[in-house]
């Protein structure tokens, strides 16, 4: 596939570009070049290799999240926390409403 003047005249265009006619000169293979690239992309054999997202292993280096892992700081403790509310509804807390 390549590109002549028009076409990137048009892309120029689409992207909101202003471009004279030498810039869109030197454009055209440039364009042709990275286009050359990604077929050449697609002439490589990767019917052996596996999807990934990164070429090192990743894994997450957090703590499990475990309800009620630390009594003082872990879950359960709702009602405690809502006995400091002005006015606590439903298990939640109570707020102005600020829609009008």
Request: aromatic share 4%; hydrophobic share 45%; with cysteine.
């Given at each position: 596939?390549?590109?002549?003047?028009?076409?990137?005249?048009?892309i120029a265009n689409l992207a909101r570009i202003r471009m004279d006619?030498?810039?869109?000169?030197?454009?055209?293979?440039?364009?042709?070049?990275?286009?050359?690239?990604?077929?050449?992309?697609?002439?490589?054999?990767?019917?052996?290799?596996?999807?990934?997202?990164?070429?090192?292993?990743n894994t997450l280096r957090l703590r499990d999240d475990v309800v009620?892992?630390?009594?003082?700081?872990?879950?359960?403790?709702?009602?405690?926390?809502?006995?400091?509310?002005?006015?606590?509804?439903?298990?939640?807390?109570?707020?102005?409403?600020?829609?009008?």
């Amino acid at each position: 596939m390549s590109v002549d003047k028009e076409t990137v005249a048009r892309i120029a265009n689409l992207a909101r570009i202003r471009m004279d006619d030498a810039a869109l000169d030197r454009m055209v293979p440039e364009l042709n070049n990275i286009l050359a690239w990604v077929e050449q992309l697609g002439e490589v054999d990767c019917s052996g290799v596996e999807p990934m997202t990164a070429v090192i292993p990743n894994t997450l280096r957090l703590r499990d999240d475990v309800v009620n892992a630390d009594p003082l700081t872990g879950g359960g403790v709702r009602d405690a926390v809502l006995a400091n509310a002005p006015a606590p509804e439903h298990g939640f807390f109570g707020v102005p409403k600020v829609i009008e």
